[in-house]
């Protein structure tokens, strides 16, 4: 469902547009206090705390925010996986929801580095759950002031971060030797690139195929279109799942030509209209990149997720858009042939695991995805 964002924005066209902007209420229309997270961020004066504000900057699946912190235990943080975050039709064991915890503990290390503070780790420390996550700790960190902690320069790209869902520039290839650079920030695991335009095409095609299996199936279907929220007033009021904002998109669901339960239908008008909207970002692609585990648990999981964090910024450090395709990867029943397929293509050997796919290009700069406030998922404090 990553590029849903982009339905149905020109759909219905000027009049709609036309009639939002009057009394200047297109201009109301951004859901500016749901992003407010990432301007609040550094600004605490708890070191602790500082840190946090900027870890829920880290890229999640459907930006579900899967994250608890205890702090209750003074020098200590527990991280908890959020059980009411989980998405059990499009990751039915948890394995993309691990990767965004990864990602969360490799930007809360970082953030804690600038301020001189050491996090020694401690991975499922009461065990590693399966077949899902449960109430365990994902990891418990014991901080101890370091001067000699190591800053890492990709913090310095934190704020400037994007999930970047905008159709990218065909006229822009993306060098071997960018990804080259890109893939040398990950520490852990295999990561691999593709630019060969016969490959993107293939690659790009599979992944749009693996994208319309989830739109049609009826499981995975409805639970994309619960996490939606349309409009300035749902997204500030759950800022997590899959946004759709503006004036144009808030004005088509008040004017009732746009309803989210189209979407179930295939043979709706509602559902056909969005097709090629979703699709040319798939075909936009300009490259595509991917990373391999050795195994499948759930230490390798989380591992996965802080590489795929450092990744991320390092392509925005090199001023590369980026944008993950879940969708092949995911493991309902309904998508097993797809994912074997994805996983031949991409020379996934049988022991291995296809942890994260994603295509590559260059684009402008979207606007920051809406968090939950940092307060908001502290527990036990």
Sequence with gaps: MATRRQVLKVIGGGTILAAAA?????????????RRPWTAAGQDADPVRRALSFAILAPNPHNRQPWHVDLSTPGEITLLADPDRRLPATDPYDRQIALGLGAFLELLAMALAEQGLRADTALFPDGAPQPRLDGRP????????????????????????????????????VAAGTLDAIAAAAKNGRVAHAVDPDKVAALRDLGWRAMYLEMTTPATARENVELTRIGRAEIEADPDGVALAGPLLEGMERAGLLNRWDLLDPASAGFAQQVPFLRAPFDTAMGFLWQVTPANGRADQIAAGRDYLRLNLAATA?????????????????????????RAALGVAPSETLQMFVRVGYAGQPKPSPRWPAESRIVGA
Excluded: H, I, K
């Design 22 to 34: 009057l009394g200047g209420w297109a201009a109301t229309r951004d859901p500016a206090a749901a």
């Design 138 to 173: 994902v990891a418990r960190l014991t901080v101890t002031p370091d001067p000699q902690a190591a800053r890492d320069p990709l913090f310095a790209q934190v704020l400037s971060r994007r999930t970047n869902r905008l159709p990218y520039d065909t006229g822009r290839p």
């Design 318 to 342: 090199a001023g590369v858009a980026m944008q993950p395709l879940s969708q092949a990867l995911q493991e309902f029943p309904e998508m097993a042939a797809l994912n074997a397929e994805a």
